[in-house]
């Protein structure tokens, strides 16, 4: 098991112990294989997006090694296109289940692969992931259209896909952030990609019309806000109009609006916009209400969520995504200089911004 020694920033009163926190890493290691992916859990498939999330956690943990082989499995497993596909079984072979190509999974890799390099001060690292991140970079900003919207996925013949999600597009919003960091680091400025970010972070402030309506999940909600997009009095607002709507007392945040189910992975990601606004108070709330979402039984890992009026545990899964979200946000409100750097944002790059409706 990981010590707890190990992970002194993971401690959250009434969220994490030091011997809570070092079995939910030790419970992330297991699932992680040998050759560095980590798929929901074992038997289950991957996706960039979560196993990145993963990767992340362990940085967070002081597992350095494990997380820079996690993202070795992506240098290594990158189309030539520069995507990856959007699932992938578990298992030595690792075939793809899933050979669509979602453009907020293609853009992810870039915000753990800059967590990483604050986290170990690892120049040789950033050196060799660099390709990588301008591949998938390339890869999603081909997909991006008129009005700075990021159409979310090539289908597996190749054919672009150009409806926008605005939870994806979000996410991407932070991942061109991060891509732009690793380029100044490494001395390749993109100012394309600046003027990209611009164009997106307007498309998400001031034109909701071009997005896929899909208001009824809370990650729409939130999301422009952890992606950065939407700060200050702007992020407040949104915020405070969806809480009653998302938000169960005691429980969590729904996943979906009109669903009696609450889910670890919304609920910790919630936990992390609030503190990026400055509502650090309100973030440990979440967490805290998501503690029946614990299985100590299980390792300390966490089911993915409970619908409430059944009273049940569903799915009846324990994924290494959950997990990882929630040591995530429980290492930003400790303080962890790299997760705090990654999802705050004071110091990444902001993009060639055209002028905003909004005030932000």
């Known amino acids: ?159 672009a896909v150009t409806d926008a999600l605005l939870t994806g597009s979000s996410s991407i919003h932070q991942a061109l952030r991060c891509a732009l960091a690793v380029a100044e680091a490494v001395g390749e400025p993109q100012p394309d990609w600046e003027l990209a970010l611009g164009q997106l972070g307007h498309a998400i402030r001031c034109h909701p019309d071009r997005f896929l309506d899909k208001a009824r999940f809370s990650m729409d909600w939130y999301y422009p806000v952890l992606g950065g997009a939407l700060t ?37 990601e919630l936990a992390l916009a609030l503190w990026v606004m400055g509502e650090s108070e309100r973030s440990v709330e979440i967490l805290r209400s998501i503690r029946h979402l614990r299985a100590e039984e299980h390792g300390g890992m966490y089911w993915t969520g409970y619908v409430f009026e059944d009273d049940a545990v569903w799915p009846v899964e324990l994924t290494s995504w959950t997990a990882g979200s929630i040591l995530l946000a429980v290492a930003a409100l400790g303080g962890d200089e790299a997760t705090t750097a990654v999802f705050g944002g004071e110091r990444l790059p902001a993009g060639l911004e055209p002028d905003c409706c909004l005030s932000t």
């Open 1 to 159: 098991m990981t010590s707890p020694g190990r992970t002194e920033r993971l401690v959250l009163p009434g969220v994490l112990t030091a011997e809570q926190a070092a079995a939910t890493v030790a419970g992330i290691v297991a699932v992680q294989r040998a050759d560095g992916a980590v798929p929901w859990f074992r038997g289950h498939h991957l996706d960039p997006w979560d196993h990145t999330e993963a990767a992340m956690a362990l940085d967070a943990a002081g597992e350095h090694d494990r997380a820079e082989r996690a993202y070795d499995w992506l240098r290594r497993h990158q189309l030539p296109d520069g995507s990856w596909y959007a699932a992938y079984a578990d298992g030595d072979a690792g075939a793809p289940t899933d050979r669509g190509r979602e453009t907020n999974f293609v853009a992810y890799p870039a915000v753990g692969i800059w967590h990483h390099f604050l986290s170990t001060g690892d120049d040789a690292f950033l050196e060799r992931l660099w390709p990588t991140v301008r591949a998938a970079t390339g890869f999603v900003l081909e997909l991006q259209q008129p009005g700075g919207q990021i159409g979310w996925k090539r289908e597996e013949d190749g054919t």
């Open 232 to 268: 200050g009095p702007a992020a407040k607002e949104r915020i405070e109009e969806g809480w009653d709507r998302f938000v169960v007392p005691g429980l969590g945040v729904r996943c979906v609006s009109d669903r009696p189910w609450v889910t670890g992975g919304e609920s910790a």
